[in-house]
C-alpha cells in the first residue's frame, strides 16, 4: 500500500481533514498515480521509410481510455504525434515528463507506449555481452535520416533500457513497456502487399556504428545482454508488453492496430484490477491467434497485477451488502438518503477503472438509520451473487424543480440531438430516474435553472436556502457524457441538502459554532461567526477557521460534516471519524474542536474561487448513535473534471443491539472577497 493512500486514509478517517485543499490535494492524488508516455507515428520523414496508417490513432485511444477509463489527469499524459516524435524529443520528454518530474512517486504507475515501425540493425563489435545478433530499434519520426551527430538509428534497445533502468532507479520499478510494433529476422520484400499493414521498416543507410553515435549516455559502460533485445525474461527495471514475439508480425488496419485495439477491447471484458500481465498476454495471444500473432509479456515482475494494481482504487459509490440471494442487508440507511423504493445493482468487487457489471437489482422494503433490507426486483430472472452495491434510484421525496432556459442552441439542437436509447430526458437535457427532478415554467418556482447555449450549458443554483445575492452564473463545457451528469449530481446535491429526520431527536441538543484561526498558533482568532445559523465571512487570503460542534444530549454521538458548494453543487467530507475509535468522538455534554490548537485536526481552508468575489456554501453536519461510513456523499464539482473521490473501503459489518438514530445539523456560509489594504 502506498504512503500516500496511508496519508489519505489518515486524513478522511481520523484526524482529519483539515485545510480543505490539503485534503482535496491528496484526493485528487490518490487519481493521479498513473503517468503515461505514449507515442504514435504513421508518418515518417525518410522517404524510404513506408507510412503506418493507425499508429497516432492508437496512440490517442490509449491516452483516452487512461483520462476516462482510469481518470488520469490530462497534464499526467505526453503525447507525441507523428512529427513531435523525433529522436531528440522522445529522449527529452522522457526525461522532463518521467525520469524529472517532481509529481511523480516511488511506486506510481508508469507507462510508456509506442506504436509505429520496429526495425533492426547488424550488431557492432564490442555492442554487447553474449552472443551477437540483431539490434532491435524503436523507429522514431526522423529515424534513418541525418542529424546533427550523425545517421539517426533510432531508439536502440539497449539505449531504452538504459533509460528505463534509470527511470526505476529514481521512480520504482512500477513501469510498464508497451510495444505495438515488430522485430523481423527477415526483411519484406519491396511490394506495397508486403509492407502494408506490417509495423516494421528496414533500415537502408543507418550502419552499425551510427547505433553508436546515437547511443543513450547512461547506456555508456552499462552491461546489458543484447541476444534477447527488448524481450528479456530476466528485467528487473521494468514489464515488457509486447505485440507478439520476435519474429512475428505486429499488423494493422485502418481502424487501429490489432493488438492495441485487442487490449482496448479486453478492459471492457476482463476485470483489470485482478489480473496478472502475464495472463493479460495470455488472453490476448488467444484472441490473435487466427493472424499468427501472440502478444507475449516478459520480466521477472510479468507475474503481478497490471501496473501493480495502482489505479483501481476503491470506488466510494459501492458499499457493501450481505444477506441471502433473495434477500439482502444494505449498509446505507435513511441518513444515508435510503427510502422504501430505493434501488440498487449488486457487483462483485468495488475497484475504480475495472469493468464491474450489475449481477442483479433490489429494491428497499425497510429502512433503519444506517442500514436497510432490500428484496430482489424479479424473482423469476436469474442473478448473481455480489458483496457490492450502487444505487440506482433513489426515489427521493424531495422534488428538484428545474426551470429549461428557451435558447437558440436548446431549440434547435436539443443538446446533441436525440438519442432513441438514450436515458429520460429533460427538454434534451439527460436525466437519471429517482431523483424526483420535475421541470417547472418559471425560475422563481425552481430550485436551479439552466440554459443550453452554442459552447456551453449554464446553470444557475435557485434554492431558497442560497442567499439571493450568492447565485453566480457556472458555465460548463457542453459535452454529451458531462451534460448527463449536470441535473443528476445537482439533484443529488439537493436532496442531501434538504434531508432531515422528521423525527428531530437532537435537533435542539446540537450546535455549531465557527472561528477564524491564526494559521500559526491554531488558536481562536475573534467571536463566533455564526450566528443564527449564518457566518459572514469578510474572507481574505490565507485565512484559516475552526468549527466547533456541541452535542447537548444524554448519548455520545458519531459526528460527520460536510462541506457543500453551492456555487458548484460539490459535496466534502471535512470531518469523518475513525471506524476504531472505541467511543464516539462527539460525548454528551461536550463538544468536539475541529481546526483548533490541541485538536489534532489542522484548520479549516473554505475555498474561494480567484474569479468570484462571494462564494455561498453549507456546512451540514450528520450525526448517528453509532458508526457508519458516509463516503458515498461525496461528489465533484460540476465545474471540475478531477475523477470521483476515492475512499478506503467501508469497514467490515458489525451487529449491534442497541438502537440507532440520528439526525443533522445546517449552517450557511457566506463569504466576500475582503478588500486588500493598500
Not at 483489470?272 to 521477472?300: F, N, R, W, Y
Not at 446505507?332 to 457487483?347: D, I, K, L, N
Not at 475573534?526 to 475552526?546: C, K, M, V, W
Amino acid at each position: 500500500m502506498s504512503q500516500k493512500y496511508l496519508s489519505y486514509c489518515s486524513l478522511l478517517y481520523g484526524v482529519h481533514s483539515s485545510a480543505r485543499s490539503s485534503a482535496l490535494s491528496i484526493l485528487q492524488e490518490m487519481a493521479s498515480h498513473v503517468f503515461a508516455l505514449l507515442i504514435g507515428i504513421d508518418d515518417y520523414k525518410s522517404g524510404r521509410i513506408w507510412n503506418l496508417e493507425a499508429c497516432a490513432h492508437d496512440a490517442q485511444r490509449m491516452r483516452q481510455w487512461l483520462m476516462q477509463d482510469l481518470q488520469v489527469p490530462k497534464e499526467n499524459i505526453a503525447l507525441l504525434i507523428n512529427q513531435e516524435a523525433t529522436k531528440r524529443r522522445i529522449e527529452d520528454t522522457f526525461m522532463s515528463h518521467l525520469v524529472n518530474n517532481p509529481a511523480i512517486a516511488k511506486g506510481d504507475a508508469l507507462i510508456v507506449y509506442f506504436a509505429g515501425h520496429g526495425s533492426t540493425l547488424r550488431a557492432p563489435p564490442d555492442w554487447c555481452e553474449g552472443k551477437l545478433g540483431s539490434v532491435q530499434i524503436l523507429c522514431p519520426y526522423d529515424h534513418d535520416t541525418k542529424g546533427p551527430e550523425g545517421r539517426i538509428a533510432g531508439i536502440s534497445d539497449r539505449s531504452l533500457f538504459a533509460m528505463l533502468a534509470e527511470l526505476s532507479l529514481v521512480k520504482g520499478d512500477n513501469i510498464t513497456l508497451i510495444l505495438d510494433c515488430c522485430f523481423l529476422k527477415a526483411q519484406l520484400g519491396s511490394s506495397a502487399r508486403d509492407r502494408r499493414f506490417i509495423r516494421y521498416t528496414p533500415t537502408l543507410k543507418a550502419t552499425p556504428e551510427d547505433l553508436f553515435l546515437g547511443l543513450w549516455r547512461g547506456a555508456v559502460g552499462r552491461r546489458f545482454r543484447g541476444e534477447f533485445g527488448f524481450f528479456q525474461d530476466d528485467c528487473q527495471s521494468h514489464v515488457l508488453l509486447a505485440a507478439c514475439r520476435p519474429g512475428e508480425k505486429a499488423l494493422e488496419w485502418k481502424e487501429g492496430g490489432k493488438f492495441t485495439s485487442e487490449l482496448l477491447t479486453v478492459k471492457d471484458a476482463l476485470p483489470l484490477h485482478q489480473m496478472k500481465c502475464s495472463d493479460l498476454s495470455e488472453h490476448l495471444a488467444k484472441s490473435l491467434t487466427h493472424i499468427q500473432q501472440q502478444p507475449v509479456c516478459v520480466g521477472q515482475r510479468k507475474d503481478q497485477v497490471f501496473l501493480n494494481g495502482v489505479p483501481f482504487v476503491a470506488d466510494a459509490s459501492l458499499v457493501p451488502v450481505n444477506g441471502e440471494k433473495d434477500r439482502l442487508r444494505l449498509e446505507m440507511g435513511a441518513m444515508h438518503g435510503v427510502v422504501e423504493g430505493t434501488e440498487f445493482s449488486v457487483h462483485e468487487h468495488n475497484r475504480f477503472g475495472s469493468i464491474n457489471p450489475s449481477l442483479d437489482s433490489f429494491r428497499v422494503f425497510e429502512v433503519h438509520p444506517t442500514w436497510s433490507l432490500a428484496r430482489r426486483k424479479s424473482v423469476s430472472k436469474p442473478g448473481g451473487r455480489g458483496s457490492w452495491a450502487r444505487i440506482t434510484r433513489w426515489n427521493s421525496r424531495t422534488p428538484f424543480r428545474v426551470y429549461v432556459k428557451r435558447t437558440c442552441s436548446s431549440l434547435l439542437g436539443r443538446l446533441f440531438g436525440r438519442n432513441k436509447n438514450s436515458e429520460a430526458e429533460l427538454d434534451g437535457i439527460p436525466v437519471k430516474e429517482g431523483l424526483n427532478i420535475v421541470q417547472v415554467e418559471t425560475s422563481a418556482k425552481a430550485d436551479m435553472s439552466v440554459g443550453v447555449h452554442t459552447r456551453d450549458v449554464r446553470v444557475q443554483n435557485l434554492d431558497h436556502l442560497v442567499p439571493p445575492t450568492a447565485h453566480p452564473l457556472i458555465r460548463i463545457e457542453k459535452d454529451r457524457s458531462r451534460s448527463g451528469v449536470i441535473l443528476s449530481e445537482a439533484a443529488r446535491f439537493h436532496m442531501h441538502l434538504h434531508r432531515t429526520n422528521p423525527t428531530k431527536p437532537f435537533h435542539e441538543s446540537l450546535g455549531m459554532e465557527i472561528f477564524r484561526v491564526d494559521p500559526h498558533t491554531q488558536r481562536r482568532v475573534g467571536p463566533n461567526l455564526l450566528i443564527d445559523g449564518t457566518a459572514a465571512i469578510s474572507h481574505s487570503e490565507g485565512a484559516r477557521y475552526a468549527v466547533v460542534l456541541h452535542n447537548h444530549s444524554d448519548i455520545d454521538l458519531w459526528p460527520y460534516l460536510a462541506y457543500m458548494d453551492s456555487n458548484g453543487v460539490d459535496i466534502q467530507l471535512l470531518y469523518h471519524p475513525q471506524p476504531s475509535y472505541p467511543t464516539p468522538p462527539l460525548r454528551k455534554h461536550s463538544y468536539l474542536d475541529i481546526g483548533c490548537a490541541g485538536s489534532g485536526i489542522p484548520p479549516l481552508n473554505f475555498p474561494f474561487p480567484d474569479n468570484q468575489q462571494q462564494e455561498s456554501a453549507f456546512l451540514k453536519l450528520f450525526v448517528s448513535t453509532s458508526y457508519t461510513s458516509m463516503g458515498l456523499l461525496e461528489q465533484s464539482s460540476l465545474v471540475h473534471t478531477s475523477p470521483p473521490t476515492p475512499v478506503p473501503p467501508p469497514t467490515p459489518i458489525v451487529e449491534s443491539n442497541q438502537p440507532q438514530n440520528w439526525d443533522t445539523a445546517l449552517a450557511c456560509v457566506i463569504m466576500r472577497r475582503a478588500r486588500a489594504k493598500s
